[in-house]
């Protein structure tokens, strides 16, 4: 009674195991991830280990126990197997087709001020720009309506600039901006950040159109590519509007498996287009309009199209690095940034050091063209680990940590795709890196008015190269 009790566990056993290999296979099937041939070894596979541990629970001597045993370990492999391609898939969708952003907007006031909330400030006079931004500061001056349940004076400026010096000056109680204008003024306003306080902000969430950007039907991870990354100057939610101060090109053959990145320095003086007219301004500050408004700038400087777009902040280097066990960069000078120490040649840095590497610029005499070199020199070793067998053992933690801060524009559906390609092949990658330079000057700029700041004249030379350089990887065959 009791072998025939075993055998009918075992039997139950196995029939959840190929029940749970049918549901692995499917999602295999569905997700398009894994390439076809792998799909077809791993059902054989699976059909095989079915058919030993169902056969060996009609043999007698016990061996139905050891079918049990073995049906148990295979169950538990298709188990993982279902929730690592569950979270892969989750990751994708999350940090995938993002088609919104988020304008955090704010009211700021003097920082001895003796507001605490919103309402203590109910009868102040908030100041607002006029020429920058209006949706938004006319959608905020309701929020604030609605919150203090009454109507609020304000005061009109034509510029950002104007308008926090009116702060300052007394002249305005509180002003209203974009969180995303702090840069701005932090870079114009001598120990801006030591004179004010934030006293309430509020979220205003808005769609992007596809069509400021790229049709999407004209898209394809088959074909050669560019993807513009970003990396946005804050720590907080991805979707934040913010300057971007890391702009780098990733042109994507996936016929050569060649990828090229190309950094444009954060202060290069270039019109902004559909935002600034004829008038220049950082490109960093691109970065304030809309990631739209980066790509588009960035098209416009180097003839060429970019397909998608992805954004990274200073949270996301470190989790990304930290997720990969730690990345070797090679540096080509011996300094110190950060509290960190790094030597001229190869270095293993973890996250923060690798933040610290990125974001120095005053060790070197070429200044920021050197810390776009070594922005560059940071994600190569980042898509080296990640292109690696490596990532396999760290895979489940940098899905769980990464999808919180990226954002990009392409679909789960492309990724899987590109994935798949990557898989099939599993040939290696070359990676190339160049850097547009310029020259320092003061000149005024769109976002700040008339106020000077430290901009970045384009090198013609170096532009018209680059722009050779993208298209020959982009026509290589």
Not at 110 to 137: H, P, V, W
Not at 233 to 248: A, E, K, L, Q, Y
Not at 305 to 322: C, E, G, P
Request: charge should be negative; charged fraction near 25%; include cysteine.
């Amino acid at each position: 009674m009791k072998k025939n009790n075993n055998h009918l566990i075992g039997k139950v056993v196995t029939l959840i195991q190929i029940v749970l290999s049918l549901v692995l296979m499917m999602i295999m099937v569905d997700n398009g991830l894994v390439p076809m041939k792998y799909i077809v070894l791993c059902g054989i596979g699976l059909v095989v280990l079915f058919a030993c541990t169902f056969g060996l629970q009609f043999v007698k001597n016990r061996w139905n126990i050891v079918g049990i045993v073995l049906s148990v370990i295979v169950t538990i492999a298709v188990i993982i197997g279902i929730v690592a391609l569950f979270q892969v898939e989750r990751f994708m969708k999350s940090v995938g087709g993002s088609d919104y952003k988020v304008n955090n907007m704010v009211v700021v006031v003097r920082k001895e001020d003796a507001a605490k909330t919103l309402e203590d400030a109910e009868n102040y006079t908030f100041g607002i720009q006029t020429s920058l931004d209006e949706e938004n500061n006319a959608l905020m001056v309701k929020d604030i309506e609605k919150k203090v349940d009454r109507e609020i004076k304000t005061l009109s400026y034509s510029t950002i600039l104007e308008e926090a010096n009116a702060l300052l000056d007394g002249k305005a109680d509180a002003i209203i901006y974009n969180e995303a204008f702090t840069g701005v003024l932090e870079e114009a306003i001598e120990r801006y950040p030591e004179k004010v306080r934030v006293l309430y902000q509020y979220g205003i969430k808005s769609k992007i159109d596809p069509s400021e950007n790229q049709e999407k039907k004209t898209r394809s991870v088959e074909k050669p590519f560019n993807v513009y990354i970003s990396g946005i100057d804050v720590s907080g939610p991805i979707t934040t509007t913010s300057r971007s101060d890391v702009n780098i090109i990733m042109t994507v053959n996936p016929q050569t498996k060649k990828i090229l990145l190309t950094t444009t320095p954060r202060d290069y003086y270039v019109p902004i287009p559909g935002i600034s007219g004829q008038a220049k301004d950082k490109l960093t500050h691109a970065g304030i309009y809309g990631v739209e408004a980066s790509m588009k700038t960035l098209e416009e400087l180097y003839d060429i199209d970019l397909s998608y777009y992805a954004r990274v902040n200073f949270t996301s280097l470190i989790t990304i690095v930290d997720a990969l066990g730690g990345v070797d960069v090679h540096s080509d000078y011996a300094f110190e940034a950060g509290g960190y120490g790094f030597k001229e040649g190869m270095n293993h840095l973890d996250g923060d050091a690798a933040l610290a590497f990125s974001r120095e610029r005053y060790s070197f005499a070429e200044g920021d063209n050197q810390r776009g070199k070594n922005q560059e020199a940071v994600l190569t070793a980042i898509l080296n680990k990640a292109i690696s067998p490596a990532i396999l053992k760290n895979a489940t933690t940098l899905i769980t940590k990464v999808a919180s801060s990226v954002e990009t524009d392409m679909t789960d559906k492309e990724m899987a795709k590109f994935i798949n390609m990557q898989l099939s092949d599993g040939a290696s990658w070359s990676i190339e890196s160049i850097a547009a330079s310029g020259s320092g000057d003061l000149l005024p700029c769109f976002s700040s008015g008339e106020q000077p700041l430290y901009v970045m004249h384009p090198d013609p030379a170096a532009v018209s190269m680059i722009t050779e350089k993208i298209k020959e990887v982009l026509d290589e065959k």
